[in-house]
C-alpha cells in the first residue's frame, strides 16, 4: 500500500538545503543553533575552529536557505534556527 505523504517544502527549497548541509561547519552550526534554542551573536565563531569570515560565509548560505534567520541588532547580526523549515525538511527527507 503506497501512502502519500503531503510534503511542505518545496523541491527547490529542499534542494537548497540539502547543499546547505553539505559541509559539516554548517551542520555542527545548525546543531548549535537547535541545541541552544535561542538566538545568538558572535558566539557561534566561539564553537567552530574557523575564522570570523569563513564562519560568516556559511551561515550567509544556511539563511539564503531559509535554515536560519538572522536579524541585525546595532553593529552585530544574531542567528537563530527557522524551526519550521528544519521540520518541513525533516518531514519532506522522510517521505522520501
Known amino acids: 500500500m503506497d501512502q502519500k505523504v503531503e510534503s511542505t517544502v ?3 527549497s529542499f534542494a537548497q538545503i540539502c547543499k546547505a548541509l553539505g559541509h559539516p561547519a554548517r551542520i555542527r552550526i545548525v546543531e548549535h543553533l ?3 534554542d535561542h538566538c545568538i551573536c558572535g558566539e557561534i565563531v566561539q564553537i567552530l575552529p574557523l575564522a570570523q569570515s569563513t564562519v560568516s560565509q556559511h551561515l550567509k548560505v544556511l539563511k539564503a536557505a531559509g535554515l536560519v534567520k538572522g ?6 547580526t544574531c542567528y537563530c534556527l527557522d524551526r519550521e523549515i528544519l521540520e518541513s525538511f525533516k518531514k519532506t527527507v522522510r517521505s522520501i
Open 10 to 12: 518545496d523541491y527547490l
Open 34 to 36: 537547535k541545541a541552544i
Open 71 to 76: 536579524e541585525v541588532e546595532g553593529p552585530r
